[in-house]
């Protein structure tokens, strides 16, 4: 069965509150040592509480140490390299957001010019058309134009030339040629 989903505002009964603590606190330092053996990440949690002198530490001090301590080697590029706060964070998922909508938009249009296409083809008249839409379909059809241009260069690569015959050969032939109609003329009349 599904929990319900809980408010995140602040408990104010003290037992409540450290009860909750307690349960939340276990289940983070879990979620670390399982984020370090399923990810092969090095990580720590160190978690002060109000009512506890020391703090709670997960794996283990020395483990704990020695991340803080290589964390600490870093240059200052290093460290700030791939953190960001919480306004970076968000700008960041809007630009990607502004991104999709843009790509859906164009998709939405290249559609619409699509089936503006076929209804064109289909016998509707272009007189109807407003002056956007009459852009949208010369766009389209350049677009369309451009890549059969470019399948027809395709198919002309695969193809091999015929061997080119030399002029005197061509000459010769045509002469040849002339000749036998010459001859056929004069033997009818």
């Not at 590029?77 to 999709?100: T, V, Y």
């Amino acid at each position: 069965m599904a929990r319900k989903k809980i408010k995140l505002v602040w408990i104010n009964e003290d037992a409540r509150r450290r009860a909750t603590l307690k349960k939340r606190r276990k289940g983070l330092m879990k979620k670390v040592k399982e984020l370090a053996i399923l990810c092969d990440v090095r990580s720590c949690a160190i978690i002060y509480c109000p009512h506890d002198p020391k703090p709670e530490v997960c794996p283990a001090i020395e483990e704990t140490t020695r991340v803080l301590n290589d964390f600490r080697s870093l240059s200052e590029m290093e460290k700030s390299k791939k953190m960001m706060n919480h306004a970076a964070f968000l700008q960041q998922r809007i630009a990607k957001r502004h991104e999709h909508i843009r790509q859906y938009d164009l998709e939405k249009r290249q559609l619409e010019s699509t089936a503006l296409l076929l209804e064109c083809i289909a016998g509707s008249s272009i007189l109807l058309l407003s002056t956007e839409e009459l852009g949208s379909l010369t766009v389209q059809l350049n677009h369309k134009a451009k890549a059969v241009q470019e399948r027809i260069n395709e198919l002309q690569n695969l193809i091999p030339a015929p061997p080119q015959a030399s002029v005197d050969e061509d000459h010769n032939v045509g002469l040849h040629n002339y000749y036998e109609e010459m001859q056929c003329s004069a033997a009818t009349t």
